[in-house]
């Protein structure tokens, strides 16, 4: 049975597009006055070692392992 080179190739690229637009949706920045964010970052262990928040104004707040978010952040609407 002979595959279509055409479809193999599409059906490829759009699981990647797919993939890409779901990864940018969970680690995106919240939008500046809508949202704000937070995040932990944890040891192999599980232990929490270190997060943060990103208020509505902008101002970036760390504590523990000053590192940016590796599992996404979580959003919440300005008040």
Known sequence: ??????KVLLT?????IALCVIGSAAARFPKLG???AEWTNYDG???AVGGG???CDGTMLTWGEPSLPG???TLHPCN
């Open 1 to 6: 049975m002979k595959i279509p080179v055409r």
């Open 12 to 16: 490829s690229a759009m699981t990647a």
């Open 34 to 36: 809508v949202e704000w």
């Open 45 to 47: 262990n599980g232990n």
């Open 53 to 55: 928040r990103i208020e």
């Open 71 to 73: 599992g996404g952040m």
